[in-house]
């Protein structure tokens, strides 16, 4: 394996990202319809209930991708602002433009509490922290997490002990609160000590680990698809357990972790093909992720009128909700956010030259 292929863009996480995205957006369509349709069961047998962990991949390979990305950044302050330049554009433009447009829609159809409307809520919105009454638009509590791990893995381009310093005692304590509970409230308990946050870290032992494991990719990747899906089906036909019981969650995060390390080792041995479709999906994974609840809002309404002349299975009613909030996204991304991105970065690209 060489440098350059190491440190390319690899197709197996693009595909990850389009496929934990649809899963997230399966749990969303299961549980919006029971809720607001008043089915009196969930869709395909109620098997994506465990939907809500492709957000657990999705934390496991945010910090695979800033590892692999940027490990040969550490100790270079010079990097640091290309870096968080570089994760702006990737988290803020195009969050921007789905948080205006749901925020047009609650004005005409608000909450029943309307804390959209406070001040503290709109703000913190707007600049993605933490807020007693959740996220404006739901979606964006995980962007709080990711930006937290975004600013706390920068500490390492300063000065590498002082962020593994940090980063270690971060990983402690998030650590001892998933095991003792020590603290409940919405920001510390809520974001900056919250289980997802040791996902990263698994994310980052994976990056390390796909460099220096010579074979056996298959077999991680067999044995992190029995690990995740096999809590997920315990999570949708088992006992109820909570939302947030460790144990799943730790089970999503080493499965994704050993998926993730098997594809990408696949990879890089020239073993693994992917369909473009497949890696079209994960370009527009962050659109689908933003918009889909929204779309199914607007889908159910639509499908409100529908049943009304009838009856309509409910699996039916799924994908009938399912295919618009999968390809309008899609069709947003590379019509919208792709050209954007690529406006912004090239309007640095010249100012960069320019103060040259």
Same mark, same amino acid.
């Given at each position: 394996m060489t440098t350059s292929r190491h440190l390319g863009k690899l197709q197996s996480i693009e595909a990850a990202r389009g496929l934990a995205a649809v899963l997230v957006v399966l749990v969303h369509v299961s549980s919006m319809l029971t809720q607001a349709n008043k089915f009196p069961e969930m869709p395909f047998g109620g098997l994506f209930r465990f939907g809500h962990a492709g957000v657990d991949f999705f934390f496991v390979l945010s910090g695979f991708i800033i590892y692999y990305m940027h490990a040969k950044d550490i100790g270079d302050k010079s990097a640091l602002g290309s870096y968080w330049f570089k994760r702006f554009v990737r988290i803020y433009p195009v969050y921007w433009i789905v948080l205006c447009t749901f925020g047009l829609i #609650? @004005? *005409?159809s608000p909450t029943a509490a309307r804390h959209e409307r406070e001040l503290s809520s709109i703000i913190s919105a707007i600049i993605l922290t933490p807020n007693q009454h959740g996220q404006i638009l739901g979606v964006a509590w995980s962007l709080s997490h990711e930006l937290l791990f975004y600013? @706390? *893995?920068g500490l390492l381009f300063i000065h590498r002990w002082l962020g593994v310093v940090v980063l270690a005692a971060w990983a402690a304590l998030t650590l001892v609160n998933v095991i003792f509970a020590y603290w409940t409230d919405y920001i510390f308990g809520g974001l900056v000590f919250r289980i997802f946050n040791l996902h990263f870290f698994v994310g980052m032992a994976v990056a390390g680990l796909c460099v220096r494991l010579p074979k056996h990719g298959v077999y991680f990747l067999l044995a992190g698809f029995v690990l *995740? *899906? /096999?809590? /997920?089906l315990l999570e949708s036909f088992g006992p109820h357990k909570g939302v947030e019981w460790p144990p799943r969650h730790l089970a999503y995060a080493l499965g994704s972790g050993m998926m993730i390390l098997g594809a990408v080792r696949l990879e890089q041995q020239d073993r693994l093909q992917l369909p473009a479709w #497949? +890696?079209? +999906?994960?370009?527009a994974s962050y659109s689908i992720y933003l918009w889909h609840v929204i779309v199914i809002m607007i889908a159910q309404e639509s499908l409100k009128w529908i049943m009304r002349r009838g009856d309509v299975p409910v699996s039916l009613a799924a994908i009938y909700c399912l295919v618009p909030a999968v390809l309008l996204p899609i069709l947003f991304s590379f019509k919208v956010e792709q050209p954007l991105l690529e406006r912004i970065r090239s309007w640095r690209k010249k100012g960069k030259e320019v103060s040259q």
């Open positions: #609650l @004005l *005409f600013g @706390l *893995f *995740f *899906f /096999g809590a /997920g #497949l +890696l079209h +999906l994960g370009t």
